[in-house]
Nanobody
Framework: QVQLVESGGGLVQYGGSLRLSCAAS????????IGWFHQAPGKEREGVSC????????AYTDSVKGRFTIARDNAKNTVYLQMNSLKPEDTAVYYC????????????????????WGQGTQVTVSS
């Protein structure tokens, strides 16, 4: 069955870095785009980044541009989110999800673009 498993979260100080991984199984990863979302306590889940199935197209929400980088290794069935210069406001549970359309459209940040989700990994940034 389709599975997405996030890892790499943890506690980091302000200005630190983390790399999240999203391990995919049960489907051919190179057929699909993948998105990262986060959900802070008391807030709605929101889109962070998206990468197309080829990796040639990426998208980021404004608050992480220049700090986060999304990448994929289809041979390893894994998508990564490199997070640098972390801030306390980045604290959230981070989820990866499969984009059913295969690309990062102008609506990439909408949850309706995604059909399978991982369980999430907690990222906590201390000030």
């Amino acid at each position: 069955q389709v599975q997405l498993v996030e890892s790499g979260g943890g506690l980091v100080q302000y200005g630190g870095s983390l790399r999240l991984s999203c391990a995919a199984s049960g489907f051919p990863l190179d057929f699909y785009g993948i998105g990262w979302f986060h959900q802070a306590p008391g807030k709605e889940r929101e889109g962070v980044s998206c990468i197309s199935r080829s990796g040639r197209s990426t998208a980021y929400t404004d608050s992480v541009k220049g700090r986060f980088t999304i990448a994929r290794d289809n041979a390893k069935n894994t998508v990564y989110l490199q997070m640098n210069s972390l801030k306390p406001e980045d604290t959230a549970v981070y989820y990866c999800a499969r984009n059913w359309g295969g690309s990062c459209s102008t609506s990439w940040y909408r949850e309706t673009e995604y059909d399978y989700w991982g369980q999430g990994t907690q990222v906590t940034v201390s000030s």
